[in-house]
């Protein structure tokens, strides 16, 4: 199993920036590749970014491109979402999921909220 626990969300001003962090833990040396979705009060829950965890292979959905950049730190077993230019439709609770090689995401964390006030 791998435990995935996600944190920085929080309340910002359209415009701004905050960085959400994902801790995972268990058996990550079985993670292929981690991904940030993101789920809006009465919306499908959509895939936002994604990368390997050896790194590389970055992909964005389209709404994101050019504001949000996700990284991953292999020391800390952390991944990150930066996410500059926020919208007022950013606001969703925001999950961090992991997958293994060949694999649908099955590992998934409880979501941290993000809100942006127009």
Known sequence: QVQLVESGGG???????LRLS???SGRTF???RMGWFRQAP???REFVAGI?????AATYADSVKGRFTISRDNVKNTV?????????EDTA???????????PYDYWG???QVTVDS
């Open 80 to 88: 990150y979402l930066q996410m500059n230019s926020l919208k007022f």
């Open 30 to 32: 079985s993670v292929y």
């Open 52 to 56: 390997n965890w050896s790194g590389g």
């Open 11 to 17: 309340l910002v001003q359209a415009g701004g920036s």
């Open 42 to 44: 009465g919306k499908e």
């Open 22 to 24: 994902c801790a995972a």
């Open 110 to 112: 409880q979501g941290t």
């Open 93 to 103: 609770v925001y999950i961090c999921a992991a997958r293994r090689h060949s694999a």
